[in-house]
């Protein structure tokens, strides 16, 4: 039992490193390029814009997010697993709970940093076309 609890654990933070690692572009998930429409923009000006922006959307914290989702998944999926099986099938699914709920949970941070950059270009009156 101890082992398995281990495991689990090592598997979260895994789920957690992996997910540091994988930052996207910028280094906060965002995607590859912000597409505004530059007819009239000083470009100069807009790139001191978006790094602003960024510097907000690095606020959202993607490990605490991926960790949050991991413990959640794992626990969601042990109750399921103890429900309808035995304990192997409880730690099993416990498991697997935990990296479906840890890349829900980076995914849904990743996205919303991406949401606070387009509003924050858009509130400083940028048209964001993507």
């Given amino acids: 039992m101890k082992r398995n609890s281990m495991l689990l654990l090592g ?5 957690v ?14 995607p590859k ?3 505004i429409d ?3 923009v000083d470009l100069d000006a807009y790139y001191d814009d978006l790094g602003d922006c960024e510097q907000y959307a690095r606020n959202v914290d993607v490990g605490t997010e991926t960790a949050e989702g991991a413990v959640a998944g ?4 042990g109750v399921l697993g ?5 304990s192997d099938n ?10 479906v709920g840890g890349v829900k949970g980076n995914q849904s941070a990743r996205h919303e940093q991406e949401r606070i950059v387009r509003r924050c270009l858009s509130g400083r009156g940028y048209l964001v076309l993507n």
């Avoid at 103890?82 to 035995?86: D, E, T």
């Fill in 11 to 15: 598997l979260a933070l895994v789920v």
């Fill in 17 to 30: 490193i992996t997910s540091g690692c994988a930052n996207g572009y910028r280094g906060y998930g965002a």
């Fill in 33 to 35: 390029e912000i597409i």
């Fill in 38 to 40: 530059t007819k009239g």
């Fill in 74 to 77: 794992a626990v969601v999926g």
């Fill in 82 to 86: 103890a429900v309808l099986g035995n």
């Fill in 90 to 99: 409880a730690k099993r699914t416990a498991g697997a709970g935990a990296v």
